[in-house]
């Protein structure tokens, strides 16, 4: 008579040896009651029991000795065994006995079939999810297992739970030691298990120990999330929060953090004058549009370690907006050293700049705060900083600014006009004055400039000077053009009802407005609702609109362009226009800036260019609109010159829509008033 261990090893080893043969195989001995009187390792595993929990238990099935045959039993968690079972006579103590080796195929073990929903949750799970049986085999891989760990299931099943790891790491194996032990995981992160690859994968592991019915454990089942793309969004979002992510500098949030956490430890000791820069770099729109974004960054990379440079490493140099830099000076309590060191930052970027091969010039603006006079709040300072750059900026830039009273009252002043310009439109206060344009071929009047006027109820008539150039800036000239334009046709039409003779009519347009897609359909729909001929309408575009972007802006005339409308540009001469573009512009007008025009005592101010200005727009084919004519002697050098239309108080200033249309109706407007 053999021993068990012997015996069932043998039988074990010859069923794995045999060609053809492949699966899990397991002995057991089976006495003619049916009892299960001995089983190997294997046979516990593979029908879920624990060391010895098999004998004395009744097999569940019966064959017959010599003979194959298929059985399908039932396991724990609605599994069934599903397996080929060989029996042979034996001897077991001294009686007769069955020794049965069964062979259950891989892929075919852990199919559910009492349990439908159970198997499509495992199924569809997106979680992976692995089960193993006591000895940390597996006997369960789904597909989202195969997805994350790039081991199929059918590689898997019955193998061991891999034991590498990333470095200092835990290994699949160890999570099943660890849950054998007594653990639960509950969403635990875990680093350390790889990808069939080699990748390390950063994920989230629930996991708890299985038992069977008997109460006694039987494996572990795992659980485990991607949770990779959290990862990065984290450390995007703490990279972002906590440090600007161009040039790797502290942003707003984290410089006004500290420049308050200083102001704070001031104020209960003694007040040192602390300043703030701001620096903003000029036209860096363009540069960055001519250069392209990835170059525009590196720029600002490249700009931003000559400011750090320039400064102290105890300064707080910081990435506050686009091209814009905040600058807290922590060594220096001269006010006179705000000055030096915003001089000296400028000089470090005034050097060439090498991108993409390419040299690039960029020029700065800096503006500079003091507190504690300047505020004492870091909000406060960052404002007042902010406001003296505007400032530096609208001088034309490359300059430095310290913030004055007068600049905060400017800067109040505007906030209180921006919140009364937002109800302007609604609460009907503004209109248009329309300016007669006179031809002085035929000395009649034969178009209007219409200009938008603003009559508020407290502070009475605010000129477009002051309010345009806001509107501008809060983004409020898009709807306020938009009033305009369809305003203007109105009136137009209205006046060619009332039998005025078919005039023109000139709208001025905003860089936000022009540069805006929709204003080609805004200026078509206009036109059809108050029945015009597109030629009647003549968009005025100023000089320096043009010269920012140039093939830019010949795209947006060429659009406005193809609805037949006339196109000028106002305040030529200005702008300093490459004239090689001009040629090039869709335009059918220059308008001469009423600056060369008005001099003293009624002279020309600038002969020279108004006289090549004319020239200029006849050898091109432009008609020529002169402004801001007030005298009779502008008015003759004009003609001499051949300019083609006038415009100024000598004919009439802004008027209303009737002043203009009894003008125009009676003859009075397009006479010349006597020499
Ligand atoms: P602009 O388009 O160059 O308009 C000509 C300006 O010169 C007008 O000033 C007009 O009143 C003034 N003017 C005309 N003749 C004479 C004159 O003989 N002597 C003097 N001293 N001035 C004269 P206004 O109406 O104050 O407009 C100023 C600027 O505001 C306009 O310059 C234009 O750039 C802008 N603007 C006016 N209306 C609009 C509008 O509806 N939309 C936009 N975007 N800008 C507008
Ligand atoms: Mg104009
Ligand atoms: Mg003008």
Known sequence: MERLPALLDRAEKSATTSPGKEGVFASLIVDRQGLI??????????????????????????????????????????ERLKAIIHCTLTEWEGEAACQITIKAQ????????????????????????IATDLSGCVTLWNLAAVQLFGRSDVEMRGEKLPT??????????????????????????????????????ELEVWATRMNNERGLPSGVLMMFGDISSRKRIEAHIRR??????????????????????????????????????QLGLDRFRTINKSLGPSNGDQLLREVSRRLAEALYETDLLARTGGDEFS????????????????????????????????????????????APDDGLEAEDLIRAADSAMARAKEQGGDSVQFFTRELDAQAKNRLVLENALRHAIDRQELFLAYQPKVDLVRRQVVGVEALLRWRHPEMGLIPPASFIPLA?????????????????????????????????????????????NDLRDQVHLALARHHLAPERLELEVTESMLMR??????????????????????DFGTGFSCLSYLADLPVDTLKIDQSFVRGADGQIRNPPIVRAICTLASGLGLRTVAEGVESRQQLDYLASQGCDEVQGYLFAPPLSPEALAEGVLSGRLGALPAA
């Not at 198997?119 to 569809?124: D, G, I």
């Not at 659009?559 to 409308?565: A, C, E, G, I, T």
């Open 472 to 516: 501008e800036h809060c983004g409020l000239i898009e709807p306020i053009g938009l009033w305009v334009i369809e305003e203007a046709c109105r009136q137009l039409h209205a006046w060619d009802r009332a039998g005025l003779p078919p005039l023109s009519m000139s709208v001025n347009v905003s860089v936000r407005q022009f540069r805006n």
């Open 549 to 570: 972007n140039t093939p830019e802006a010949i795209r947006m005339l060429e659009r406005l362009k193809s609805l037949r409308v006339r196109l000028a540009i106002d």
């Open 106 to 129: 891989p892929g075919r073990r852990n199919v559910f079939h009492g349990n439908e929903l159970l198997r499509a949750l495992v199924a569809y799970s997106p979680l992976a999810i």
């Open 37 to 78: 009187r001995a089983a190997s390792p294997a046979a516990e595993r593979l029908l879920h029991a624990p060391p010895g929990g098999l004998v004395g238990r009744h097999c569940g099935f019966s064959c017959s000795p010599g003979e194959e045959s298929e059985i399908d039993i039932p396991l724990t968690h609605g």
């Open 327 to 370: 600058i807290l000076l922590r060594g220096t309590h001269q006010i006179e050293d705000g000055a030096r060191v915003a001089d000296r930052l400028r000089q470090r970027l005034a050097e060439p700049f090498l991108i993409a091969g390419q040299e690039v010039f960029v020029t700065a603006s800096v503006g500079v705060a003091v």
């Open 164 to 201: 590498q790891a990333a470095s200092h790491g835990e290994s699949l194996y160890d999570l099943f030691e660890r849950v054998m032990g007594g653990e639960s995981l509950h969403g635990v992160e875990v680093n350390g298990l790889l990808h069939e690859d080699g990748t390390p994968l």
């Open 240 to 277: 972002v929060v906590g440090h600007d992510l161009l040039p790797g500098l502290p942003n707003r949030r984290q410089f006004q953090k500290q420049l308050q956490r200083l102001l704070k430890h001031k104020k209960q000791g003694e007040m040192l004058p602390t300043l703030v820069l």
